[in-house]
């Protein structure tokens, strides 16, 4: 069972389009990170929530901290094909250390 | 901003034989370094946490004489997977903790990955 689980797992959409992605957990988190990934590179750090409740916002990008520190979300606005790309939610769980968890990952296609 | 450099980006490599992988923070120490491993499409699967000076953790079901982590000086650790067969091809990457300012204690910064091919 997955600590973090992160959905939808695929998304296609048309340039312009709106999309939300999730990362839910019965864990709390002490923080949570989003990150995007291109074929054949590392991860790229997004953004850091770390209060419950938090919104932050990145141009057409909204991140959300759930109140319960428990869950997350990633909302696209108008998305671009330049936004197509692998998106990873990753968490601090309180009382597990320092270790990253990892969600299974978003593949997300914007097509033009 | 924060890098994390590794090396080589790709390697191809015969069967039986050992192959090295260095991960290097540029511009920051890193006391702790992490090793993934990502197959096609997928997430990163944590393989073990580096720590500078002393002997890396290894998660459940990660055989510690496969992938040998040496991690000897704050700025570099190294993933040697010894006696390597097809199926360790994979995209492995590194990240290190901190390097970004004001960031908090759990943000990583991430290598570019090494894929390595087995023949």
């Known amino acids: 069972t997955q600590l973090l689980e992160q959905s939808p797992q695929f998304l296609s959409i048309q340039e312009g389009e709106n999309l939300t992605v999730y990362c839910n957990s019965s864990?709390?988190?002490?923080?949570l990170q989003w990150y995007r990934q291109e074929p054949g590179e590392g991860p790229v750090l997004l953004v850091t929530?770390?209060?419950?409740?938090e919104v932050k916002k990145l141009k057409r990008l909204t991140f959300q901290f759930g109140d319960a520190r428990k869950d997350s979300s990633l909302h696209i606005t108008a998305a671009q094909p330049g936004d197509t790309g692998l998106y990873l939610c990753?968490?601090?769980?309180?009382?597990?250390?320092?270790?990253?968890?990892f969600g299974a990952g978003t593949i997300l296609r914007v097509k033009s | 901003g924060a890098v994390v450099s590794q090396h080589p980006s790709w390697v191809i490599c015969k069967s039986g034989t050992s192959v090295k992988i260095e991960c290097r923070s540029l511009?920051?120490?890193?006391?702790?370094m992490f090793w993934y491993r990502q197959f096609p499409k997928q997430s990163l699967m944590l393989m073990a946490t580096?720590?500078?000076?002393?002997?890396?953790?290894?998660e459940q079901g990660v055989e510690k004489d496969k992938f040998l982590i040496n991690h000897a000086s704050l700025t570099l650790s190294t993933l040697t997977v010894t006696s390597a067969h097809p199926e360790d091809s994979s995209f492995y990457i590194c990240?290190?903790?901190?390097?970004?300012?004001?960031?908090?204690?759990?943000?990583?910064?991430f290598g570019a990955g090494s894929r390595l091919t087995v023949l």
């Open positions: 864990s709390v988190f002490s923080s």
């Open positions: 990240s290190a903790r901190g390097g970004i300012p004001h960031s908090g204690a759990n943000v990583l910064t």
């Open positions: 580096s720590n500078e000076g002393s002997k890396a953790t290894y």
């Open positions: 511009d920051f120490q890193a006391t702790t």
């Open positions: 990753a968490g601090a769980v309180v009382g597990y250390g320092n270790k990253l968890v």
């Open positions: 929530v770390v209060t419950g409740g």
